[in-house]
């Protein structure tokens, strides 16, 4: 009895045993209750969602022209520089908090109101002589997206600084790339390095020629002291290259940079203006406000679309977008870029007129414009028939990049897409160029940019809103003067853009002073001395910011 | 008369009592007046009555004294008498005070007789006691030989005349060492050959038997009141030598002793409770012997040297008891612990005892020396006992020729069998670590999943453990991880590095608990294939492969020390299988099976291992913790009831009390937060490290050892992994289901199922239960524990349904050599498939090339830039910043706080996880006062879109919060121009200053102005003089959340603040006064303190537990009590028979 009794407890145990383990592993997504879900996402996540006050916005000027060695010469009737420069500044804010105008060292020099909002912008002007270098800073106004621009202009109307040297002032970056000058007997390109910042910065610079990338000796790395400008000859460090693109890499603190660029053939000025910076390399690219005189085709001085992919060898299209369309350049349209050599392309055989240029490459590149004007040789004004007489001007086009086909697809709702501050005494043509979306050689353009071109008088009042369309594939120019007669406009903003079809818009600012050249197309800033003024961006600062703490940063 | 007595009486002895055969009881000359003290009437004091009744020289009175406080009479019934005289002296507490009793109505007499109720005399022992004594009247004492009383039948009242028994010796005389360490020239046993029938002066003899002088007794006092029943007689005879007597002692007066006294026996039990065990060697009255023996060396020392000996015997009470503890006497420990106290505190008995010596001396003290014995005399009979113990440990198992060569057999296959297993988890351990070894031995960090470096030093480590203040972001009040105590225990077997006790826990662990399975295995069964099979299947269980992989510390310890625990827990209880060299005694069985097995002895130093190797088990999962305590309560419960022996189970009750104490502030913890909102029994679910999440799995692949997914374990998926995935567990799961069929212990076979069933509960749970965030989300708790538990359970079912290799193949087995091919095949595929499954996870998760182990990487190169640890040296702390390339519109950055090289294991919490991961379940948000919210606001500051911001705001609030610094780190997820974008943000940022130049990772100091120049000094510092307006005026260097150094004093009143959670356990001295807490108005976080102006000097900061320095002590106590017990000093048999 008691065996029996002892076997039975025993299957019994053994059966519940089993039934615990089985029927535990089968039931208990049954009986648990679901692990809970997180009340808060961002905190399962040790995610803090942070609202970040917008900054201040700083907008660093160019110094105006000036002599690589004002010191040389010393017969006074040759002398270098017989007239004095005159420069001007301009300054136009859309929105944005009060801001101050101070050199590079910290000393106030103006102030800039803050912008009343509405159609009104604030403007502030300074004239000749400005002290070099100058910031401007001004606090984001409370959503972030602020609306400054400046730009500096300084005129000379002879001596070996002949020009108008005109650039929109830059934030300062981290990189920059200035594809433009040469160092050839004759030119003098200087690299100007400028640091707004409270911290010194320290700046490699690379520079590539038509032969590759150049070795720099001694300007490969320079220290750029807080508040200081560094100004270095690229002569010096790279003679006899004629075609040049630098590269600057700051650390240590922001830095502004741009060339300036100055030729001449014997006594005879061959033209002045600063390179700006343009795009990183990208593969899309844009250069508004090219202006063909007509050159023949193998016009020396036409201007040049210079070409330089730095990483890799890269095949690009080069297109043209004038005010009738798209202009084919025979011969030239597709070109295979050789990595780090430095690829000029004369755009020589258009038609007279305003273009635009698009880049797109299969690698990053970089690219620039330089486009000439002649002058006279004497009072009369009259261009001299012998070009080796006739005084030039010339002005480099700084790259923007475009978005990629799909991207610009994307973008919505308009826009806007920035603004340029107009010093005073030029006369200045706004070129608008809506690119379309599909830049390859046979397609068709279709759609087209709606936009509004807002321009201000130096009170900040709005003078014109004009809404403007451009269809997809050309280019249009409205001259300043022309559209607000009578009135200093100090500044220019495109607004309200709405892309359709793909297109996208592309813009510049070509200024010109002096008597009017030879072979300008009509439509604005025919002077002999000329420059392109680049738009200056809105940023957005501020905003919100996840913040994710993460115990295992830095380990591998 | 007899043989035996023959041996031992003289042959005047022998003439005596062939006239006392004609005569009648020749009266005695001298008068003797005999007093038995007896309690009660017993059997022994039956025989002893006889006994003295039958002397052939008759004492000239007899008086029995009763001491039995309250016997019936009804006891006596048949008890005669005679002409004794009966004396009831029920407040006579000692045998003197009995005596006394005895003597108060007997006035005349020249000699007592002393004589216990436990021992008998020979009847020629009065007679050559008074031969002895009547030549001289300078004996004061005459002593018996005393011979162990006969092992005899309860009721026997006669001596037995057992020819064949043999005499041992008790007693010839006791003397003691010059310390007065009671010693006998009689060795324990010791047969009585007349060996020591030569001696004659003695220092002292028992008084069990003894012929005291009655005018000496009475000059004396009789024995010291204070004296129980043990080494009253000593002193008695060494006052008596004092006061200028003799004390002799009479071989040839034979008195047998029972030592009931000794062996703690009740005489006046109702039921004779036999004959008491002379093995025991009297562990019962080893207490009482203790005082006595220290009661007579304070009485008497010499006045002058009785301090130092006073603190001599308390001073080295705990060492004797540490050496007890090691013997595995516990109670006697305890003995040798209070026995120092006891006595002291009988300060009056003591100052009456020494009075009463000096009082009654008429010879110095140094007159008995010579009796006394000398330390060389000791040294050499210390040396002949423990030769002699050793000789007859060596003879307690002789085997035969036969037995010696099955036994050599024997243990050459097990040694064969393990040597295979131990080569395979080296091979299996280099082929995981070889490519890293050296990087890991010297200190290279092996990181990754839950693996957190382990830069800290051991007093970091140590801190860290055992502050209760958790460093991790700005410091919370929480109990360390219970698995760094085990990091501790490691790292002192590597001199205190850290980070190579990490590496080494986890290049130990296939080694550790391979072999732990194989020697747990061989608990349950003794077939070598089957040991073997268990070692590789634990060895290639999914939850140690994915706590290697995931480095998960806390899986991997408690799954390499489970098979240890098991074992030593199984040992404890004693139900432990030996080999077994004789062939089956009984007919075997149907099923091949012999007659069932005895099994071995509990062991208490067995169960003090087990105890250990809990806390290992406990530290690394406290889940486990908790199923031991309900696993030892019920079993102590289930035995209590059914068992015959309950007490070897009861025991176990204690086997889980080191874990409780050494978890205990965090069990503390996870008690007092049991049943809020988020359950603090989460906490005992979670793994330490940081938290890390799986691919959860169902429960029924959890039962079958999977954890997680196996696909994502073994890094591979296909018809090839399902297989042998499921077949690693499963085939041991159906072993175990045929074991519940036919077992050879059925029983065991269930407990380990219901083991089994408690890890499915606990591996089913797991995913069920959210124990911490993470950045990819809530993390659950991990169910490697549980899984580990499941596997070991169904590994012991399935061993124990195995079949039992009952005698040798070969010797005794004809061969079935189908039969005998068919099992090697079994065990081969048996054998194959663990290493199939661990060759899987081998190929597919290590990379020799990448110095990889799953998640695991090796590297050698610092998070934070030696710049960088200099400032944290000197209490900075770095904000590492890692901009996340999102797709969103929000861009992320991250960031963590670091006080050391990368985030610390010590750092990490499962508290402070489970904090974050309660706050997240409830969705309440950081107040945007806290330093965590003010952090997190400086991160996006720096790290947001656009232009960086300007005003010195940011650096002021990083140095509030301790930050004295950024670092970008060399490898993060910002790369080109994105990094490039952040490192240009934060150069232009004010109060930053970069420090480094040209490295792969960038490092800014916060620079307030004022604060000092050099490259390393930083105005962010944990601690931080300021000055009323809040401004720094001095970072503090600090360590380990400590302050120590010397400030100087400043002629306006400062503030200390710490950029640490206030929290009242904070404290701060100067010069050793507190600091005032400074309230900062309620509105800060950080602890503060008022250092008041023109006041300098040590200032020392600290954050003081509650209980720290009692849970230190105790835990260090216990543990050093168990670790002395459970150090295996006691050679233990190998061989059953």
Same mark, same amino acid.
């Given at each position: 009895?008691?065996? +029996?009794?002892?076997?039975?407890?025993?299957?019994?145990?053994?059966?519940?045993?089993?039934?615990?383990?089985?029927?535990?592993?089968?039931?208990?997504?049954?009986?648990?209750?679901?692990?809970?879900?997180?009340?808060?996402?961002?905190?399962?996540?040790?995610?803090?969602?942070?609202?970040?006050?917008?900054?201040?916005?700083?907008?660093?000027?160019?110094?105006?022209?000036?002599?690589?060695?004002?010191?040389?010469?010393?017969?006074?009737?040759?002398?270098?520089?017989?007239?004095?420069?005159?420069?001007?500044?301009?300054? +136009?804010?859309?929105?944005?908090?009060?801001?101050?105008?101070?050199?590079?060292?910290?000393?106030?020099?103006?102030?800039?109101?803050?912008?009343?909002?509405?159609?009104?912008?604030?403007?502030?002007?300074?004239?000749?002589?400005?002290?070099?270098?100058?910031?401007?800073?001004?606090?984001?106004?409370?959503?972030?997206?602020?609306?400054?621009?400046?730009?500096?202009?300084?005129?000379?109307?002879?001596?070996?600084?002949?020009?108008?040297?005109?650039?929109?002032?830059?934030?300062?970056?981290?990189?920059?790339?200035?594809?433009?000058?040469?160092?050839?007997?004759?030119?003098?390109?200087?690299?100007?390095?400028?640091?707004?910042?409270?911290? *010194?910065?320290?700046?490699?610079?690379?520079?590539?020629?038509?032969?590759?990338?150049?070795? +720099?000796?001694?300007?490969?790395?320079?220290?750029?002291?807080?508040?200081?400008?560094?100004?270095?000859?690229?002569?010096?460090?790279?003679?006899?290259?004629?075609?040049?693109?630098?590269?600057?890499?700051?650390?240590?603190?922001?830095?502004?940079?741009?060339?300036?660029?100055?030729?001449?053939?014997?006594?005879?000025?061959?033209?002045?203006?600063?390179?700006?910076?343009?795009?990183?390399?990208?593969?899309?690219?844009?250069?508004?406000?090219?202006?063909?005189?007509?050159?023949?085709?193998?016009?020396?001085?036409?201007?040049?679309?210079?070409?330089?992919?730095?990483?890799?060898?890269?095949?690009?299209?080069?297109?043209?977008?004038?005010?009738?369309?798209?202009?084919?350049?025979?011969?030239?349209?597709?070109?295979?870029?050789?990595?780090?050599?430095?690829?000029?392309?004369?755009?020589?055989?258009?038609?007279?007129?305003?273009?635009?240029?698009?880049?797109?490459?299969?690698?990053?590149?970089?690219?620039?414009?330089?486009?000439?004007?002649?002058?006279?040789?004497?009072?009369?004004?009259?261009?001299?028939?012998?070009?080796?007489?006739?005084?030039?001007?010339?002005?480099?086009? *700084?790259?923007?990049?475009?978005?990629?086909?799909?991207?610009?697809?994307?973008?919505?709702?308009?826009?806007?897409?920035?603004?340029?501050?107009?010093?005073?005494?030029?006369?200045?043509?706004?070129?608008?160029?809506?690119?379309?979306?599909?830049?390859?050689?046979?397609?068709?353009?279709?759609?087209?940019?709606?936009?509004?071109?807002?321009?201000?008088?130096?009170?900040?009042?709005?003078?014109?809103?004009?809404?403007?369309?451009?269809?997809?594939?050309?280019?249009?120019?409205?001259?300043?003067?022309?559209?607000?007669?009578?009135?200093?406009?100090?500044?220019?903003?495109?607004?309200?853009?709405?892309?359709?079809?793909?297109?996208?818009?592309?813009?510049?600012?070509?200024?010109?002073?002096?008597?009017?050249?030879?072979?300008?197309?009509?439509?604005?800033?025919?002077?002999?001395?000329?420059?392109?003024?680049?738009?200056?961006?809105?940023?957005?600062?501020?905003?919100?910011?996840?913040?994710?703490?993460?115990?295992?940063?830095?380990?591998? | 008369?007899?043989?035996?007595?023959?041996?031992?009486?003289?042959?005047?002895?022998?003439?005596?009592?062939?006239?006392?055969?004609?005569?009648?009881?020749?009266?005695?000359?001298?008068?003797?007046?005999?007093?038995?003290?007896?309690?009660?009437?017993?059997?022994?004091?039956?025989?002893?009555?006889?006994? #003295?009744?039958?002397?052939?020289?008759?004492?000239?009175?007899?008086?029995?004294?009763?001491?039995?406080?309250?016997?019936?009479? @009804?006891?006596?019934?048949?008890?005669?008498?005679?002409?004794?005289?009966?004396?009831?002296?029920?407040?006579?507490?000692?045998?003197?005070?009995?005596?006394?009793?005895?003597?108060?109505?007997?006035?005349?007499?020249?000699?007592? $007789?002393?004589?216990?109720?436990?021992?008998?005399?020979?009847?020629?022992?009065?007679?050559?006691?008074?031969?002895?004594?009547?030549?001289?009247?300078?004996?004061?004492?005459?002593?018996?030989? %005393?011979?162990?009383?006969?092992?005899?039948?309860?009721?026997?009242?006669?001596?037995?005349?057992?020819?064949?028994?043999?005499?041992?010796?008790? !007693?010839?005389?006791?003397?003691?060492?010059?310390?007065?360490?009671?010693?006998?020239?009689?060795?324990?046993?010791?047969?009585?050959?007349?060996?020591?029938?030569?001696?004659?002066?003695?220092?002292?003899?028992?008084?069990?038997?003894?012929?005291?002088?009655?005018?000496?007794?009475?000059? &004396?006092?009789?024995?010291?009141?204070?004296?129980?029943?043990?080494?009253?007689?000593?002193?008695?005879?060494?006052?008596?030598?004092?006061?200028?007597?003799?004390?002799?002692?009479?071989?040839?007066?034979?008195?047998?002793?029972?030592?009931?006294?000794?062996?703690?026996?009740?005489?006046?039990?109702?039921?004779?409770?036999?004959?008491?065990?002379?093995?025991?060697?009297?562990?019962?009255?080893?207490?009482?012997?203790?005082?006595?023996?220290?009661? &007579?060396?304070?009485?008497?020392?010499?006045?002058?040297?009785?301090?130092?000996?006073?603190?001599?015997?308390?001073?080295?009470?705990?060492?004797?008891?540490?050496?007890?503890?090691?013997?595995?006497?516990?109670?006697?420990?305890?003995?040798?612990?209070?026995?120092?106290?006891?006595?002291?505190?009988?300060?009056?008995?003591?100052?009456?005892?020494?009075?009463?010596?000096?009082?009654?001396?008429?010879?110095?003290?140094?007159?008995?020396?010579?009796?006394?014995?000398?330390?060389?005399?000791?040294?050499?009979?210390?040396?002949?006992? =423990?030769?002699?113990?050793?000789?007859?440990?060596?003879?307690?198992?002789?085997?035969?020729?036969?037995?010696?060569?099955?036994?050599?057999?024997?243990?050459?296959?097990?040694?064969?069998?393990?040597?295979?297993?131990?080569?395979?988890?080296?091979?299996?351990?280099?082929?995981?670590?070889?490519?890293?070894?050296?990087?890991?031995?010297?200190?290279?960090?092996?990181?990754?999943?839950?693996?957190?470096?382990?830069?800290?030093?051991?007093?970091?480590?140590? @801190?860290?453990?055992?502050?209760?203040?958790?460093?991790?972001?700005?410091?919370?009040?929480?109990?360390?991880?219970?698995?760094?105590?085990?990091?501790?225990?490691?790292?002192?077997?590597?001199?205190?590095?850290?980070?190579?006790?990490?590496?080494?826990?986890?290049?130990?662990?296939?080694?550790?608990?391979?072999?732990?399975?194989?020697?747990?295995?061989?608990?349950?069964?003794?077939?070598?294939?089957?040991?073997?099979?268990?070692?590789?299947?634990?060895?290639?269980?999914?939850?140690?492969?994915?706590?290697?992989?995931?480095?998960?510390?806390?899986?991997?310890?408690?799954?390499?020390?489970?098979?240890?625990?098991?074992?030593?827990?199984?040992?404890?209880?004693?139900?432990?299988?030996?080999?077994?060299?004789?062939?089956?005694?009984?007919?075997?069985?149907?099923?091949?099976?012999?007659?069932?097995?005895?099994?071995?002895?509990?062991?208490?130093?067995?169960?003090?291992?087990?105890?250990?190797?809990?806390?290992?088990?406990?530290?690394?999962?406290?889940?486990?913790?908790?199923?031991?305590?309900?696993?030892?309560?019920?079993?102590?419960?289930?035995?209590?009831?059914?068992?015959?022996?309950?007490?070897?189970?009861?025991?176990?009750?204690?086997?889980?009390?080191?874990?409780?104490?050494?978890?205990?502030?965090?069990?503390?913890?996870?008690?007092?937060?049991?049943?809020?909102?988020?359950?603090?029994?989460?906490?005992?679910?979670?793994?330490?490290?940081?938290?890390?999440?799986?691919?959860?799995?169902?429960? $029924? %692949?959890?039962?079958?050892?999977?954890?997680?997914?196996?696909?994502?374990?073994?890094?591979? @998926?296909?018809?090839?992994?399902?297989?042998?995935?499921?077949?690693?567990?499963?085939?041991?799961?159906?072993?175990?289901?045929?074991?519940?069929?036919?077992?050879?212990?059925?029983?065991?076979?269930?407990?380990? $199922?219901?083991?089994?069933?408690?890890?499915?509960?606990?591996?089913?749970?797991?995913?069920?239960?959210?124990?911490?965030?993470?950045?990819?989300?809530?993390?659950?708790?991990?169910?490697?524990?549980?899984? @580990?538990?499941?596997?070991?359970?169904?590994?012991?079912?399935?061993?124990?349904?195995?079949?039992?290799?009952?005698?040798?193949?070969?010797?005794? !087995?004809?061969?079935? =050599?189908?039969?005998?091919?068919?099992?090697?095949?079994?065990?081969?595929?048996?054998?194959?498939?663990?290493?199939?499954?661990?060759?899987?996870?081998?190929?597919?998760?290590?990379?020799?090339?990448?110095?990889?182990?799953?998640?695991?990487?090796?590297?050698?190169?610092?998070?934070?830039?030696?710049?960088?640890?200099?400032?944290?040296?000197?209490?900075?702390? &770095?904000?590492?910043?890692?901009?996340?390339?999102?797709?969103?519109?929000?861009?992320?950055?991250?960031?963590?706080?670091?006080?050391?090289?990368?985030?610390?294991?010590?750092?990490?919490?499962? #508290?402070?996880?489970?904090?974050?991961?309660?706050?997240?379940?409830?969705?309440?948000?950081? !107040?945007?006062?806290?330093?965590?919210?003010?952090?997190?606001?400086?991160?996006?500051?720096?790290?947001?879109?656009?232009?960086?911001?300007?005003?010195?705001?940011?650096?002021?609030?990083?140095?509030?919060?301790?930050?004295?610094?950024?670092?970008?780190?060399?490898?993060?997820?910002?790369?080109?121009?994105?990094?490039?974008?952040?490192?240009?943000? &934060?150069?232009?940022?004010?109060?930053?200053?970069?420090?480094?130049?040209?490295?792969?990772?960038?490092?800014?100091?916060?620079?307030?102005?004022?604060?000092?120049?050099?490259?390393?000094?930083?105005?962010?510092? $944990?601690?931080?003089?300021?000055?009323?307006?809040?401004?720094?005026?001095?970072?503090?260097?600090?360590?380990?959340? !400590?302050?120590?150094?010397?400030?100087?004093?400043?002629?306006?009143?400062?503030?200390?603040?710490?950029?640490?959670?206030?929290?009242?356990?904070?404290?701060?001295?100067?010069?050793?006064?507190?600091?005032?807490?400074?309230?900062?108005?309620?509105?800060?976080?950080?602890?503060?303190?008022?250092?008041?102006?023109?006041?300098?000097?040590?200032?020392?900061?600290?954050?003081?537990?509650?209980?720290?320095?009692?849970?230190?002590?105790?835990?260090?106590?216990?543990?050093?009590?168990?670790?002395?017990?459970?150090?295996?000093?006691?050679?233990?048999?190998?061989?059953?028979?």
């Amino acid at each position: 009895m008691t065996r +029996l009794w002892r076997r039975a407890a025993l299957g019994g145990t053994g059966l519940v045993a089993v039934a615990l383990v089985a029927g535990g592993a089968a039931l208990a997504p049954h009986v648990l209750p679901d692990a809970p879900a997180a009340a808060s996402d961002a905190l399962a996540h040790r995610t803090g969602t942070v609202e970040v006050a917008p900054g201040d916005r700083m907008l660093v000027c160019p110094a105006p022209a000036r002599l690589t060695d004002p010191d040389s010469g010393g017969d006074a009737q040759f002398k270098a520089s017989p007239v004095p420069t005159t420069s001007q500044l301009g300054a +136009l804010a859309l929105a944005s908090g009060a801001g101050t105008l101070r050199t590079l060292d910290g000393t106030k020099v103006g102030t800039l109101a803050a912008s009343p909002g509405g159609d009104g912008a604030s403007v502030l002007r300074e004239g000749s002589p400005l002290p070099g270098g100058l910031v401007l800073r001004a606090p984001a106004p409370d959503d972030g997206a602020d609306r400054v621009a400046a730009a500096v202009a300084s005129t000379t109307s002879s001596g070996d600084l002949r020009g108008l040297v005109a650039a929109s002032c830059q934030t300062p970056g981290s990189v920059a790339w200035l594809a433009g000058g040469d160092t050839t007997v004759g030119s003098s390109t200087q690299l100007v390095l400028q640091n707004p910042g409270l911290t *010194p910065a320290t700046v490699s610079v690379r520079a590539w020629g038509p032969d590759g990338e150049i070795p +720099l000796a001694s300007s490969a790395s320079l220290v750029v002291p807080a508040g200081k400008e560094v100004v270095r000859l690229l002569e010096a460090a790279a003679p006899g290259v004629d075609r040049l693109v630098v590269e600057v890499k700051a650390s240590g603190g922001l830095v502004s940079a741009y060339l300036q660029h100055a030729t001449l053939a014997g006594i005879v000025p061959q033209g002045v203006d600063d390179v700006v910076p343009g795009s990183a390399p990208a593969q899309h690219l844009a250069l508004a406000g090219v202006v063909s005189r007509g050159e023949a085709i193998s016009d020396k001085r036409a201007p040049v679309l210079r070409l330089l992919a730095p990483g890799h060898a890269a095949t690009t299209t080069v297109s043209l977008w004038g005010p009738k369309g798209r202009v084919h350049l025979r011969g030239a349209e597709q070109l295979t870029l050789d990595a780090g050599q430095v690829v000029d392309v004369p755009l020589g055989g258009l038609p007279r007129g305003t273009y635009s240029v698009s880049v797109d490459a299969d690698r990053p590149v970089v690219a620039g414009v330089v486009e000439q004007r002649p002058g006279t040789t004497g009072a009369a004004g009259q261009p001299a028939p012998d070009g080796s007489k006739t005084p030039w001007d010339r002005a480099w086009v *700084p790259a923007q990049a475009l978005p990629d086909g799909s991207e610009a697809a994307k973008a919505a709702g308009p826009a806007d897409a920035g603004e340029v501050a107009l010093p005073s005494g030029t006369s200045r043509a706004v070129v608008l160029s809506a690119l379309p979306g599909d830049r390859s050689a046979d397609a068709k353009a279709a759609g087209g940019v709606k936009a509004t071109v807002r321009l201000f008088d130096a009170t900040g009042a709005q003078v014109l809103s004009r809404p403007t369309t451009i269809t997809a594939g050309t280019t249009s120019v409205l001259d300043v003067g022309a559209l607000a007669p009578g009135k200093d406009v100090a500044g220019v903003a495109v607004d309200a853009v709405t892309p359709s079809g793909g297109a996208s818009l592309v813009w510049g600012v070509v200024a010109s002073t002096g008597a009017a050249s030879s072979g300008v197309p009509s439509g604005g800033a025919p002077g002999q001395l000329v420059s392109v003024l680049a738009p200056v961006p809105s940023v957005r600062s501020g905003g919100t910011v996840a913040a994710q703490e993460d115990p295992t940063l830095g380990l591998p | 008369m007899n043989d035996a007595s023959a041996l031992s009486t003289t042959p005047a002895d022998a003439g005596a009592s062939v006239v006392s055969a004609v005569t009648g009881t020749v009266p005695v000359v001298a008068s003797v007046t005999a007093v038995i003290v007896t309690r009660g009437a017993n059997p022994w004091f039956r025989r002893t009555l006889a006994a #003295v009744r039958a002397q052939h020289r008759a004492p000239t009175r007899l008086v029995v004294v009763d001491v039995a406080t309250a016997t019936a009479t @009804s006891g006596y019934a048949d008890l005669q008498l005679g002409d004794a005289r009966f004396v009831a002296a029920s407040r006579a507490r000692t045998f003197g005070e009995g005596v006394a009793a005895a003597l108060r109505e007997e006035p005349d007499g020249q000699w007592l $007789w002393l004589l216990h109720d436990d021992s008998a005399p020979d009847p020629g022992a009065l007679g050559a006691l008074l031969r002895a004594v009547e030549h001289s009247s300078a004996v004061a004492v005459a002593g018996a030989k %005393q011979r162990r009383w006969p092992t005899a039948p309860a009721s026997s009242v006669t001596r037995l005349d057992d020819a064949r028994r043999i005499p041992e010796l008790l !007693e010839v005389g006791v003397t003691t060492s010059r310390g007065g360490r009671r010693v006998s020239v009689v060795e324990p046993h010791e047969i009585d050959q007349g060996q020591h029938d030569a001696r004659d002066d003695v220092l002292g003899v028992g008084l069990a038997g003894a012929l005291v002088r009655r005018n000496v007794w009475d000059e &004396l006092g009789g024995t010291d009141p204070e004296l129980g029943p043990f080494g009253d007689g000593l002193d008695l005879c060494r006052r008596a030598r004092l006061a200028g007597h003799r004390v002799v002692v009479v071989p040839g007066a034979v008195v047998e002793h029972a030592q009931l006294s000794l062996h703690r026996v009740d005489p006046t039990d109702g039921a004779h409770p036999g004959d008491p065990d002379p093995d025991d060697g009297g562990d019962a009255s080893f207490g009482a012997r203790r005082r006595s023996e220290l009661y &007579l060396r304070l009485v008497g020392a010499p006045l002058a040297l009785l301090p130092l000996l006073v603190v001599w015997l308390v001073l080295c009470a705990p060492f004797r008891a540490m050496y007890r503890l090691v013997l595995k006497q516990p109670g006697h420990a305890r003995d040798e612990l209070l026995a120092p106290l006891l006595v002291l505190v009988r300060v009056p008995g003591l100052v009456r005892a020494r009075r009463s010596v000096r009082r009654t001396s008429t010879v110095p003290r140094r007159a008995v020396r010579p009796l006394q014995q000398d330390w060389r005399e000791g040294a050499a009979q210390r040396r002949d006992r =423990r030769l002699s113990a050793a000789e007859q440990r060596r003879s307690a198992f002789a085997p035969s020729e036969l037995e010696r060569a099955e036994l050599a057999q024997l243990a050459t296959r097990r040694r064969v069998a393990l040597g295979a297993v131990a080569l395979a988890l080296v091979v299996l351990t280099g082929l995981v670590f070889a490519s890293l070894t050296g990087a890991l031995a010297s200190g290279e960090r092996l990181v990754g999943g839950a693996l957190l470096p382990a830069s800290s030093t051991w007093g970091e480590l140590w @801190s860290a453990t055992t502050t209760g203040w958790v460093e991790s972001g700005f410091g919370h009040p929480a109990p360390a991880d219970p698995v760094l105590a085990v990091v501790l225990g490691a790292s002192v077997l590597t001199a205190g590095h850290v980070q190579v006790a990490v590496n080494l826990l986890l290049v130990a662990s296939f080694l550790a608990s391979g072999l732990g399975a194989w020697f747990a295995a061989g608990a349950l069964t003794r077939w070598n294939p089957a040991r073997a099979w268990a070692a590789l299947v634990w060895a290639a269980s999914p939850a140690l492969l994915l706590a290697v992989g995931q480095g998960r510390l806390g899986a991997l310890v408690a799954h390499a020390a489970l098979p240890w625990f098991v074992l030593a827990t199984l040992r404890g209880v004693g139900v432990v299988v030996d080999d077994r060299i004789s062939p089956a005694s009984g007919p075997l069985d149907a099923a091949g099976r012999g007659p069932a097995r005895r099994l071995g002895t509990p062991s208490l130093g067995a169960l003090a291992g087990a105890a250990l190797l809990l806390v290992p088990v406990a530290a690394g999962a406290p889940a486990l913790l908790a199923v031991a305590v309900v696993g030892v309560v019920v079993a102590a419960l289930a035995t209590a009831v059914t068992s015959a022996r309950p007490r070897r189970y009861v025991r176990l009750l204690l086997v889980p009390v080191p874990a409780l104490v050494v978890l205990g502030p965090f069990l503390w913890h996870v008690g007092r937060t049991w049943g809020r909102q988020g359950g603090g029994w989460r906490l005992l679910l979670a793994s330490p490290g940081n938290p890390t999440g799986y691919d959860a799995v169902a429960p $029924w %692949q959890s039962a079958l050892g999977w954890p997680a997914r196996p696909g994502t374990a073994l890094g591979t @998926s296909g018809a090839w992994v399902t297989v042998v995935s499921w077949a690693l567990v499963g085939s041991v799961a159906l072993v175990a289901v045929v074991a519940l069929v036919r077992s050879r212990r059925p029983v065991a076979t269930r407990v380990a $199922w219901l083991v089994a069933a408690a890890g499915v509960a606990l591996a089913a749970a797991a995913p069920h239960v959210t124990v911490a965030t993470s950045v990819s989300g809530l993390v659950r708790a991990w169910p490697g524990p549980g899984t @580990s538990v499941v596997v070991a359970g169904l590994l012991a079912a399935a061993l124990l349904g195995l079949p039992e290799r009952t005698v040798l193949r070969g010797r005794y !087995e004809e061969r079935h =050599r189908g039969r005998q091919a068919a099992r090697a095949a079994v065990v081969v595929v048996a054998l194959a498939v663990p290493c199939a499954a661990v060759g899987t996870w081998v190929v597919h998760q290590v990379d020799p090339t990448r110095h990889t182990v799953g998640d695991l990487t090796l590297t050698g190169t610092p998070v934070v830039p030696p710049v960088g640890q200099q400032m944290q040296a000197s209490g900075a702390r &770095l904000l590492l910043l890692d901009a996340v390339p999102t797709t969103g519109a929000v861009p992320t950055v991250r960031y963590t706080l670091l006080r050391a090289d990368g985030t610390q294991l010590v750092d990490s919490s499962v #508290v402070v996880d489970g904090r974050a991961a309660r706050a997240a379940l409830e969705g309440a948000s950081p !107040e945007p006062t806290s330093p965590e919210a003010q952090l997190a606001q400086v991160v996006a500051q720096l790290a947001g879109d656009g232009v960086a911001p300007s005003s010195r705001g940011i650096a002021d609030t990083m140095s509030d919060l301790g930050v004295g610094g950024v670092l970008l780190p060399a490898d993060g997820t910002t790369r080109g121009s994105a990094r490039t974008a952040l490192t240009a943000r &934060l150069d232009t940022v004010p109060g930053l200053a970069r420090v480094t130049e040209g490295q792969s990772s960038v490092l800014w100091r916060v620079a307030l102005p004022g604060a000092g120049a050099a490259q390393t000094s930083t105005s962010g510092a $944990w601690a931080t003089l300021r000055d009323g307006d809040g401004k720094v005026l001095r970072s503090l260097a600090s360590h380990d959340a !400590e302050v120590d150094l010397d400030l100087p004093a400043r002629t306006s009143a400062t503030t200390l603040v710490l950029a640490s959670h206030a929290h009242r356990h904070w404290s701060a001295t100067l010069d050793g006064r507190p600091l005032a807490r400074a309230d900062g108005g309620g509105t800060t976080w950080q602890q503060e303190f008022t250092v008041p102006a023109g006041r300098g000097g040590h200032l020392v900061v600290t954050y003081d537990a509650p209980h720290r320095a009692l849970w230190l002590w105790s835990s260090g106590v216990l543990l050093l009590v168990v670790i002395l017990l459970a150090l295996p000093v006691r050679r233990r048999r190998v061989v059953l028979r």
